[in-house]
Every structure is written in C-alpha cells, then in structure tokens.
C-alpha cells in the first residue's frame, strides 16, 4: 500500500514540477503508467531494505529504563552489523535510480531538454524527501 500511494504522491509531483517549468507531459494517466514502471526501482529497494533488516540481530530490552547497559549493548550489536551499514545506502541507492529514470521518461515522452528533465526530477525527489519526513 505504501508503495502505491509513494507511486501516486511521485508522479503528482514530477507532473507538478513540470508544470511551474511551463512543460507539458502528455496526458496524466500515459504518464502514470510509466512512471509505475519506473517505480518498480521502488519495490526492488523495498524487498532489499526488508531482507536486510530481517537479518539483523534481535534485541533484548529489559523493562527498567535504567538499565542502559542493554540499551548500549544492543545499538553496538546493529551498528556493527554489515545488514544495518547498508540499510541507508540501499536507500538512497534507489532514490537516485528512481530519480534518474524519472528524468530519462521525461526527455524521452516530449524531448525535453536533458537538463530541464533532470532538474524537474531533482525538484520532485528534493519535494518527496521534504514529504517523507513529514510522514507522506
């Protein structure tokens, strides 16, 4: 479900984006299915991401709140682990993958210059991250 409404909220923003740019990219709907295929990097990230954190250790707490020794322990056990270490990578590997390709529909749908198209899917990731850390 997350995946689907990332998919609707990215392919808003990319046609928003465009639209302050005076760029028209076609009917919506064309555009939307595309950008679907385009999101498939999204999904991949998704599986990656859920693979790696199923492989990371389980961590004990104890109900005391004073007992900081565990708390210490444990975030020892996940930063040290390669599975954590590649979490936020994996990541943002999938972010500039998603991005670039959103550019290449972009300059390929209506032969949009290459640098209007990349700043068009710049501004649109640079909105969904600001999105993102609001809860969207």
């Known amino acids: 479900l ?3 409404i990332t998919w609707v909220i990215w392919a808003g923003l990319l046609i928003i984006v465009a639209k302050l740019f ?21 999904l991949v990230t998704n599986i990656l991401t859920a693979v790696l954190a199923s492989t ?7 109900l005391d709140p004073t007992a900081t020794y565990y708390y210490a322990r444990n975030s020892d056990v996940w930063v040290s682990s390669l599975a954590f ?6 990541l943002w590997i999938g972010y500039i993958w998603t991005t670039a390709l959103s550019a290449l529909v972009i300059h390929q749908m209506k032969e949009i210059p290459w640098g209007k198209a990349l ?13 993102s850390a609001f809860g969207f």
Not at 22 to 42: A, E
Not at 56 to 62: A, H, K, Q
């Open 119 to 131: 700043t068009i899917a710049v501004i649109a990731f640079v909105a969904r991250i600001l999105l």
């Open 56 to 62: 990371l250790p389980e961590l004990t707490y104890l």
């Open 2 to 4: 997350q995946v689907g």
């Open 85 to 90: 270490q590649l979490l936020t990578p994996v």
């Open 22 to 42: 005076n760029q028209d990219l076609g009917k919506w709907n064309t555009f939307f299915i595309i950008i679907g295929y385009v999101f498939m990097v999204t």
